[in-house]
């Protein structure tokens, strides 16, 4: 998904890049972001996302290039971008020995929240995120699910344009992971736009757009539909009594493309149909039950950065 013609970009970015000593994290993204959409950022550990993030947050200045927020740069416009954005890090940033209620009292003065609306707000968000009965409970005594929709309630006190969260589920349960994922289906809804990194193939789904990120640069663009199109051949399940050892001899073999583990499964990119690779499979001596596969964002994001790997090795 871009930006359509006239309308106004909730992110745009040009030539971004940022080095940590020799590493280079960033390297010259080019990005846009229509105003309610949620784009999910992908990508191997290492692979910017974080710093890309913190960038667009104002949190890190880049060496090169700008960004754009709600139309204010973030590296001349800093002042103009904080009020209108909400950012989550990987790191849980509240205070553990305040409680629940008074966490977010606390940034919601920060955030300039003014009083007549903060326990209105507060209301709203508590009891919209299943928090309402523990506001007095200290925020170093809540689950992992509940941390994040209190960080997440803290960063909506200010009614922000524009999500920018690092791996908010990371560690979460499944069951908190689909109840945090509610949550932003309703701010899209209401016309909030998301960018979120997330290692879950998943919560990747639910995305109206990905950006696949490796070796800090954007490698592939489109909604997931389209990130899975991108795959060249066809995807079988080899079913066998000895997967790692099939693996190893499949990688090998002429027409694949592409092979990984999938749980007891060895999962198969090949250049032809079922029968070329069944007759592949059997002459060189792998034997099991082979069978046509969907292609998932798993496989896609598997396929993709391996094909990312071996591109940046030639």
């Known amino acids: 998904m871009s930006t359509q013609p006239g309308a106004v970009a909730a992110i745009e970015a040009s030539g971004l890049r940022r080095t940590f000593g020799d590493v280079v ?21 290492g692979a910017g996302k974080s710093t890309l993030i913190r960038m667009l947050a104002t949190v890190l200045r880049p060496d090169s290039g700008d960004a754009r927020v709600q139309g204010f740069s973030v ?45 209105q707000r507060a209301d709203q968000l508590l009891t919209g995120m299943g928090l309402a009965e523990f506001v007095d409970r200290q925020a170093g005594r809540l689950s992992g699910g509940m941390k994040q929709k209190l960080f997440l309630a803290t960063t909506l006190m200010h009614r922000p344009e524009v999500l920018l969260l ?85 990688q090998r073999l002429p027409g694949v493309l592409a092979a990984h583990l999938y749980g007891d499964l060895v999962r198969l990119l090949f250049d032809g149909d079922a029968a070329a690779a069944e007759a592949a499979l059997a002459a060189a001596g792998v034997t099991g039950d082979v069978r046509a596969a969907a292609v998932d964002m798993e496989t896609a994001f598997a396929v993709l950065a391996e094909l990312s790997r071996e591109e940046a090795a030639r």
């Not at 229509?34 to 191997?44: E, I, K, W």
């Not at 109206?208 to 663009?221: I, K, P, S």
């Open 25 to 45: 994290a960033v390297d010259g993204v080019d990005l846009d972001v229509p105003s309610g959409a949620v784009l999910g950022l992908l990508g191997p550990d």
């Open 75 to 119: 590296t001349r416009q800093a002042a103009k971008v904080t009020p209108r954005i909400g950012y989550m890090s990987q790191k849980f940033a509240l205070y553990p020995d305040l409680s629940v209620a008074e966490n977010i009292e606390f940034f919601a003065r920060l955030r300039g929240v003014p009083p007549a609306e903060r326990k």
């Open 166 to 250: 690092d791996e908010p589920t990371t560690g979460v349960d499944p069951v908190s992971r689909r109840e945090f994922w509610r949550i932003l289906a309703d701010l899209h809804r209401s016309g909030t736009t998301v960018l979120v990194a997330t290692p879950y193939m998943d919560e990747a789904e639910r995305c109206t757009d990905v950006v696949f990120l490796d070796g800090g640069r954007v490698r592939h663009r489109g909604s997931p539909a389209e990130i899975k199109a991108l795959l060249p051949g066809r995807l079988f399940e080899l079913r066998t009594a000895e997967p790692r050892a099939a693996l190893a001899t499949i």
